[in-house]
């Protein structure tokens, strides 16, 4: 009888389990718990047979299911680390756990999982956040319609990962204008175990972080190949909502510099969300020393977006010049201009949307050109049509386009060179 009593309390010490409870009517009858949490875990014993199904779960992660999802509120100490898992004996189905703030009226996405690294099996979820105060919602539900009996426990603990926690924000804006730091990756840390692996970056690393809020929709380029940057240098970008829901976005160790060694690293990503970045800067193995980060954000085809209207009708014409000081070619979905090429741009307009032809085969055009037809928009165009050399009355190395557009559709020419030694007049006419 001695043994069996010393086995139940070491049970009750390692986990505290409460009795059946869960909101099953929706957010609003969410079960709040309030047993104050703490790294021993407190788990509480529910199923989602009866239970209200949620749709659509904010959370986009979270495929849509016709299960039912049941419901806690739980307000955490602010700056802990809270882990939520159904890694539990009592959970007998392939569950999911969703975390949301805002109230039940406007619920925001905070993290979600439907699977973990539990040892019995990954069809369990567990999911860490780090608590910025107030309440928290969450919902447990079943993953592809699944639905059984759940074990879930809540744990927190106060003890933060270095590293990211430690990251430096780097103020913008970076449009059109780089932001540079200067600095040294001396006396820093390894990567945390909270960071997943991104490149080469290791616990051997000693890494410098850092923070940046990027505008959606432009590419972004970060790199070390500047003056001051002084030893073999490695780059990964991170996105998440935390440090502790990182996601590996791109890394790079060796870059062809135009400026500095060719040992520095430059990356390049698409930006979609506002949510901040994170920036880690380290040495190739365990190296270390002084480096200069540039980061910016270009917001290309700068003659697309300020190119004027030619009206597009049968005997319409546009004259004009290209020069190497005026407007040139950057990014072309073509892949036919070469960059930096002297260039004219227009924006299309339509009275009737049949088939067009447009060229520059006439006596006012007096270098060998090339003709881009693109349509949407200026910072993700896609290639309509395009010419280099059309036989024509005038020369061979005139240019002739000829698309059908579409209503509704954005459309550009673009007026181009051989090379970025052509340039010169040019007339450009329509027949339609």
Same mark, same amino acid.
């Given at each position: 009888?001695?043994?069996?009593?010393?086995?139940?309390?070491?049970?009750?010490?390692?986990?505290?389990?409460?009795?059946?409870?869960?909101?099953?009517?929706?957010?609003?009858?969410?079960?709040?718990?309030?047993?104050?949490?703490?790294?021993?875990?407190?788990?509480?014993?529910?199923?989602?047979?009866?239970?209200?199904?949620?749709?659509?779960?904010?959370?986009?992660?979270?495929?849509?299911?016709?299960?039912?999802?049941?419901?806690?509120?739980?307000?955490?100490?602010?700056?802990?680390?809270?882990?939520?898992?159904?890694?539990?004996?009592?959970?007998?189905?392939?569950?999911?756990?969703?975390?949301?703030?805002?109230?039940?009226?406007?619920?925001?996405?905070?993290?979600?999982?439907?699977?973990?690294?539990?040892?019995?099996?990954?069809?369990?979820?567990?999911?860490?956040?780090?608590?910025?105060?107030?309440?928290?919602?969450?919902?447990?539900?079943?993953?592809?319609?699944?639905?059984? *009996?759940?074990?879930?426990?809540?744990?927190?603990?106060?003890?933060?990962?270095?590293?990211?926690?430690?990251?430096?924000?780097?103020?913008?804006?970076?449009?059109?204008?780089?932001?540079?730091?200067?600095?040294?990756?001396?006396?820093?840390?390894?990567?945390?175990?909270?960071?997943?692996?991104?490149?080469?970056?290791?616990?051997?690393?000693?890494?410098?972080?850092?923070?940046?809020?990027?505008?959606?929709?432009?590419?972004?380029?970060?790199?070390?190949?500047?003056?001051?940057?002084?030893?073999?240098?490695?780059?990964?970008?991170?996105?998440?909502?935390?440090?502790?829901?990182?996601?590996?976005?791109?890394?790079?160790?060796?870059?062809?510099?135009?400026?500095?060694?060719? *040992?520095? *690293?430059?990356?390049?990503?698409?930006?979609?969300?506002?949510?901040?970045?994170?920036?880690?800067?380290?040495?190739?193995?365990?190296?270390?020393?002084?480096?200069?980060?540039?980061?910016?954000?270009?917001?290309?085809?700068?003659?697309?977006?300020?190119?004027?209207?030619?009206?597009?009708?049968?005997?319409?014409?546009?004259?004009?010049?290209?020069?190497?000081?005026?407007?040139?070619?950057?990014?072309?979905?073509?892949?036919?201009?070469?960059?930096?090429?002297?260039?004219?741009?227009?924006?299309?307009?339509?009275?009737?949307?049949?088939?067009?032809?447009?060229?520059?085969?006439?006596?006012?055009?007096?270098?060998?050109?090339?003709?881009?037809?693109?349509?949407?928009?200026?910072?993700?165009?896609?290639?309509?049509?395009?010419?280099?050399?059309? *036989?024509?009355?005038?020369?061979?190395?005139?240019?002739?386009?000829?698309?059908?557009?579409?209503?509704?559709?954005?459309?550009?020419?673009?007026?181009?060179?051989?090379?970025?030694?052509?340039?010169?007049?040019?007339?450009?006419?329509?027949?339609?």
């Amino acid at each position: 009888m001695k043994s069996l009593l010393v086995v139940v309390v070491f049970i009750a010490l390692a986990t505290l389990v409460a009795g059946q409870a869960g909101g099953q009517a929706g957010c609003s009858s969410a079960y709040d718990v309030t047993t104050p949490l703490n790294p021993t875990p407190f788990t509480v014993l529910s199923n989602n047979e009866d239970a209200q199904v949620f749709s659509p779960n904010p959370c986009s992660t979270i495929a849509p299911s016709t299960s039912g999802s049941v419901w806690y509120t739980l307000t955490p100490t602010a700056g802990a680390v809270v882990t939520l898992s159904t890694c539990e004996p009592g959970t007998n189905f392939d569950t999911t756990i969703s975390i949301f703030t805002g109230g039940c009226s406007g619920l925001e996405c905070v993290s979600a999982s439907d699977s973990s690294t539990c040892q019995a099996t990954s069809t369990h979820a567990e999911i860490k956040f780090l608590a910025q105060g107030g309440k928290y919602y969450i919902a447990v539900g079943g993953s592809n319609n699944a639905k059984g *009996s759940f074990q879930l426990a809540f744990s927190e603990s106060a003890v933060l990962p270095v590293g990211c926690y430690e990251a430096i924000t780097i103020p913008g804006p970076f449009v059109n204008d780089p932001v540079y730091v200067v600095a040294s990756t001396a006396n820093m840390g390894g990567l945390p175990p909270s960071a997943p692996a991104c490149g080469s970056l290791s616990s051997l690393s000693h890494i410098a972080w850092y923070s940046v809020t990027l505008t959606p929709g432009l590419a972004a380029t970060v790199s070390t190949c500047n003056v001051g940057t002084n030893f073999d240098t490695i780059l990964a970008i991170y996105s998440g909502p935390d440090c502790l829901n990182l996601a590996c976005v791109t890394s790079n160790d060796d870059y062809s510099c135009s400026v500095g060694s060719s *040992s520095s *690293s430059t990356v390049q990503f698409s930006v979609n969300t506002t949510t901040p970045y994170h920036i880690a800067v380290s040495g190739y193995n365990s190296a270390y020393g002084d480096f200069e980060l540039s980061i910016i954000q270009r917001l290309g085809n700068i003659g697309c977006r300020k190119a004027p209207t030619f009206a597009v009708s049968n005997g319409a014409s546009i004259s004009g010049s290209t020069s190497p000081t005026g407007i040139v070619t950057e990014e072309d979905p073509c892949s036919s201009a070469a960059p930096g090429s002297p260039a004219a741009y227009y924006e299309l307009s339509f009275t009737a949307f049949t088939e067009v032809t447009l060229t520059t085969c006439n006596s006012g055009t007096n270098f060998d050109t090339k003709l881009l037809v693109w349509s949407g928009d200026c910072g993700a165009p896609t290639c309509v049509a395009y010419d280099d050399d059309s *036989s024509c009355t005038f020369s061979s190395l005139y240019s002739t386009v000829t698309f059908t557009p579409v209503s509704g559709t954005k459309y550009f020419v673009v007026v181009t060179g051989y090379s970025t030694s052509y340039y010169g007049d040019y007339v450009l006419s329509a027949s339609q």
